[in-house]
C-alpha cells in the first residue's frame, strides 16, 4: 500500500541487510538519530545493531586479541539497549571470499558476516575488510517491528557493506537518508530541536 504523506515513502522489505533509519520523530533517547543494521528478522522477533552509537571503551581494552582488525575509530560500539554485557561482531568480508569458507563467522547478508568472537583472529584475518564490535544489541519481539514501522518510527532502508564499517558514524543518520533521494532526503536536515530551526 503507498503512503503518499509527506516524508514517507515504501520501505523496503524487512530482513537481514537491511537498515532501520530512525524517523524525525523517535524521540526514544535509545534510538534518537539511530542507524539499525538488521542481522536477523524471524518470525519469532528480529535482531540489529545501532551502527552509529560509539563508546568510550577502546576494542584494545575490551577485546585486545581482535584490535588490529577493528575499523576506525577503534572503540567499542553500543548495538542497543538490550543486555550491554554481550558482544557481537560484524564483518565485512574482501570482494572474493565467501562466508561458507571462512572460519569463525556466519553469513548474515552479502559480504556482511557475524564473527565468533571466541574464534581465532588469524582465522578470518586475511579475508575481513574490517570488523566492528557491539556491545548489547537491539531486539524486538514477534510483530514489534512491523507495529513500530507502521506507526511511522523507523524508515526501512537498503543497506551496504559499507555501513556496517564506515569510519564516517557521526552523520550516518543524515547520509543514509540522503541517498534514498526525495523524499526521504529532505529529512536529513531535519534539526535535532525544532525550536532552533
Do not use: K
Amino acid at each position: 500500500m503507498r503512503d503518499d504523506r509527506p516524508g514517507r515513502q515504501a520501505t523496503a522489505p524487512v530482513g537481514p541487510g537491511t537498515l532501520l533509519v530512525a524517523a524525525p520523530n523517535l524521540t526514544d533517547p535509545n534510538f534518537s538519530r539511530t542507524v539499525v543494521y538488521l542481522v536477523e528478522h524471524r518470525e519469532h522477533g528480529s535482531l540489529g545493531v545501532v551502527l552509529n552509537r560509539p563508546s568510550e571503551a577502546s576494542v584494545r581494552d575490551v577485546l585486545p586479541r581482535w584490535a588490529a582488525l577493528a575499523s576506525g575509530p577503534g572503540t567499542v560500539f553500543v548495538g542497543g539497549p538490550v543486555d550491554g554485557t554481550t558482544a557481537l561482531c560484524l564483518a565485512s568480508l574482501r570482494p572474493g571470499h565467501r562466508p561458507d569458507g571462512v572460519e569463525g563467522v556466519v553469513g548474515v547478508n552479502g559480504p556482511v558476516v557475524l564473527v565468533d568472537l571466541d574464534s581465532e583472529p588469524a582465522a578470518v584475518a586475511s579475508q575481513v575488510r574490517g570488523l566492528r564490535v557491539f556491545a548489547g544489541y537491539s531486539g524486538w519481539d514477534s510483530g514489534q517491528l512491523a507495529g513500530e514501522i507502521a506507526r511511522g518510527d523507523w524508515f526501512v532502508v537498503p543497506g551496504l557493506p559499507d555501513d556496517v564499517t564506515t569510519d564516517r558514524h557521526a552523520d550516518l543518520w543524515g547520509r543514509v537518508l540522503r541517498r534514498q533521494g526525495a523524499p526521504l532526503a529532505l529529512l536529513s536536515t531535519f534539526p535535532v530541536e525544532i525550536g532552533l530551526n
